[in-house]
């Protein structure tokens, strides 16, 4: 069964920072693209990042390219979202995708 798990969100000021983490179990971790996604309130889902764990190619959306950094640990099975420079309009429940599966979520709050 495949089982995403988020976990790092957080209330944080604004120009804070905070790792999301998504460990994956399942699923062969190697042989898929993991993504970020998030939607926040009265909004629709958007894609933040991806990264193929085939040779660690990346995705950014513009509103976070330059701030949001995505890894992957391939040993631990997870993957991270490091998120610098967080603005109020970053907040939003953060979902990590594979496959054709959604985890829980994990809730980011910006706000001062």
């Known amino acids: 069964e495949v089982q995403l798990a988020e976990s790092g969100g957080a209330l944080v000021h604004p120009g804070g920072s905070l790792r999301l983490s998504c460990a994956a179990s399942?699923?062969?971790?190697?042989?898929?693209?993991i993504g970020w996604f998030r939607q926040a309130p009265g909004k629709e889902r958007e894609g933040v990042s991806c990264?193929?764990?085939?040779?660690?190619?990346?995705y950014y959306a513009d509103s976070v390219k330059g701030r949001f950094t995505i890894s992957n640990d391939n040993a631990k099975t997870t993957v991270y979202l490091q998120m610098n420079s967080l603005k109020p309009e970053d907040t939003a429940v953060y979902y990590c995708?594979?496959?054709?599966?959604w985890g829980k979520g994990t809730l980011v709050t910006v706000s001062s």
């Open positions: 990264i193929t764990s085939t040779d660690g190619s990346t």
């Open positions: 995708h594979a496959l054709a599966y």
């Open positions: 399942g699923f062969t971790f190697d042989d898929y693209a």
